[in-house]
């Protein structure tokens, strides 16, 4: 097993440093319907609660969103996630220098949430829904995360189809980089996520899992979000609460393969994983 060259990752001031470490980003929804744990964070003190939680568990990175993506989820208007979004934000922010993604595909979402003192857009739609969003990321030099989805979430489990998987989502991420490059947007600051359960069955995640590795060679740090999510159900057969262990099996393989980030709802565990991983990678490498 390789390890993985070092890679850096600009976000507004920072630099981060990936590769030797795996870096684990909390996921924080204020929302009321996503999947495995709508409505539990809808409050912004629960919320701020479950952000100290993350961070004393050891999270690299928090990810803050006001809108579910799950299968079959209604649109939120950007107002709204913006209510939901900002206040929390704003808490974190005023106790903790920890960095701060926003969830959203939004460009009016994005842009207060950066002015709030978040460092990276994570955007499912890979900067392609808002006509407006690559020029916010270009202006606060954010972070961002392009993610790969085919279809939107009303939608996308209907009937997802591919002649290569693996082959297509890698191409479309390609083709999002070099077209926002165009655009302004520094390729430092870019990352790629090849956003499994997004209109794909369980045998599109497991070949994107298991060819990984062919992310990796876009050259960006590759962000994988697996946590809770019903690929996990359909191979174990356990409901979204009971698929932690499922799901650290996967993201431990994927860190093997090339991922640099991990996005998680059980952050203390998924660091005790990527620690142990990490530390078999550096052995192997030598
Ligand atoms: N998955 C979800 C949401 N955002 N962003 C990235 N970059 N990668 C992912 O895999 C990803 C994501 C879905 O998970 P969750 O946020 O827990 O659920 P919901 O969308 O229902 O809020």
Redesign the pocket.
């Known amino acids: 097993m390789n390890d993985h060259p070092t890679l850096l990752w600009t976000a507004r001031r920072r630099r981060l440093e990936l590769g030797r470490r795996t870096l684990v980003m909390g996921?924080l929804?204020v929302?009321p319907d996503?999947?495995?744990?709508?409505g539990r964070f809808l409050d912004p003190a629960r919320a701020l609660e479950q952000a100290r939680r993350m961070i004393a568990g050891g999270a690299d990175l928090l990810d803050v969103?006001g809108e579910?993506?799950?299968p079959g989820?209604a649109p939120v208007p950007g107002d709204e996630e913006i209510r939901r979004v900002l206040p929390v934000i704003e808490a974190i922010r005023a106790e903790s220098d920890i960095p701060i993604s926003v969830?959203t595909a939004k460009a009016a979402v994005a842009a207060r949430a950066l002015e709030a003192g978040a460092d990276v857009i994570?955007d499912?739609t890979a900067l392609a829904a808002d006509p407006a969003m690559p020029a916010v990321a270009a202006r606060y030099g954010a972070g961002v995360?392009l993610?790969h989805m085919q279809g939107t979430p009303r939608t996308m489990q209907a009937d997802p189809r591919y002649a290569d998987v693996v082959r297509e989502v890698r191409d479309y991420l390609a083709g999002r980089i070099a077209a926002l490059a165009a655009q302004g947007l520094a390729p430092e600051t870019l990352a790629v996520?090849p956003?499994?359960?997004f209109g794909k069955t369980l045998e599109h995640n497991v070949a994107l899992l298991h060819d990984l590795d062919t992310l990796a060679g876009l050259g960006r740090p590759v962000?994988v979000?697996l946590?809770?999510k019903s690929f996990l159900g359909r191979i174990t057969g356990r409901e979204a609460g009971e698929r932690l262990a499922g799901g650290l099996g996967a993201a431990a393989w994927a860190i093997a393969r090339g991922a640099h980030v991990i996005?998680a709802?059980d952050v203390k565990e998924t660091c005790d994983m990527v620690r142990v991983v990490d530390m078999l990678r550096k052995e192997s490498a030598t």
Do not use: K, L
């Open positions: 996921v929804n929302t996503s999947f495995s744990d709508g969103g579910s993506t799950r989820a969830d994570n499912v995360i993610m996520d956003g499994i359960g962000v979000g946590s809770r996005r709802h």
